[in-house]
């Protein structure tokens, strides 16, 4: 992958305190695991940036081998990949997402 397709998804990343990377938009996503990641972040009432995936296939191989994961969606936080819809909604179901979130200087709703 090109490095000016990397140096994007960085600049992405670092503009972006929480960054979700998916298929589609935070209004329209266009699969199930995007969709759940969506769903967590508003639960949370986090607020993040994204970038849909499917506008770019530079984009969408490049997040891939930046990260050295798989799949789409991916979730950044204050630039450390932290996995993707499967870790995403486990971190959820264990009550462990808000307290990450925290720690990392990003503030859920109350």
């Given at each position: 992958?090109?490095?000016?397709?990397?140096?994007?998804?960085?600049?992405?990343?670092?503009?972006?305190?929480?960054?979700?990377?998916?298929?589609?938009?935070?209004?329209?996503?266009?699969?199930?695991?995007?969709?759940?990641?969506?769903?967590?972040?508003?639960?949370?009432?986090?607020?993040?940036?994204?970038a849909n995936v499917l506008e770019s296939d530079d984009i969408r191989q490049g997040v891939k081998t930046f990260?050295?994961?798989?799949?789409?969606?991916?979730?950044?936080?204050?630039?450390?990949?932290?996995?993707?819809?499967?870790?995403?909604?486990?971190?959820?179901?264990?009550?462990?997402?808000?307290?990450?979130?925290?720690?990392?200087?990003?503030?859920?709703?109350?």
């Open positions: 992958m090109s490095d000016a397709v990397h140096t994007d998804i960085k600049a992405k990343i670092d503009a972006n305190p929480v960054m979700l990377f998916m298929k589609g938009t935070p209004q329209f996503p266009q699969c199930g695991f995007s969709s759940v990641v969506v769903q967590i972040l508003d639960h949370l009432g986090v607020e993040y940036g994204s990260s050295d994961w798989p799949t789409i969606p991916q979730l950044y936080v204050k630039g450390e990949f932290v996995g993707g819809c499967d870790i995403i909604r486990e971190m959820f179901e264990k009550g462990e997402l808000r307290g990450f979130l925290e720690s990392k200087g990003v503030a859920p709703a109350a």
